[in-house]
């Protein structure tokens, strides 16, 4: 940010180059339309070494739709690891330890 602000103002911006590190942006969405009943295993998701940011934009008993669009998600998760086999390890141990409960309903579309 600072770089960019530096920039903006006609100043030479200082830069300090980093290693790169394995990075990847996991998205929680749902397979179907539902109740969002339950979500389970947020304390292990949070605690999970690999895991720098954890967003979830779904709480218990709302209506949520299928993941057919951005806006649909029910979160995501910002995953970090030294090596890209420890990066896909940890973001297979988030899909199993993180878990969405829907309750099916029988409308298309809730009521308000």
Sequence with gaps: MAATMATAVGEEPVLAPREPMPTMVQVFGADRAGRL???SGLDEVRAHPAVVDLR???EEGTFVR??????YKLGYAV??????DELRDSAEAVRGALKFRLDDV???VPRP
Aim: a negative charge; zero cysteines; aromatic letters at 10%.
């Design 37 to 39: 009943a339950e979500v």
């Design 56 to 58: 979830l934009f779904a």
């Design 106 to 108: 029988a409308q298309a």
């Design 79 to 84: 995953l970090q690891a030294s090596t890209m």
């Design 66 to 71: 299928p993941y057919e669009q951005a806006g």
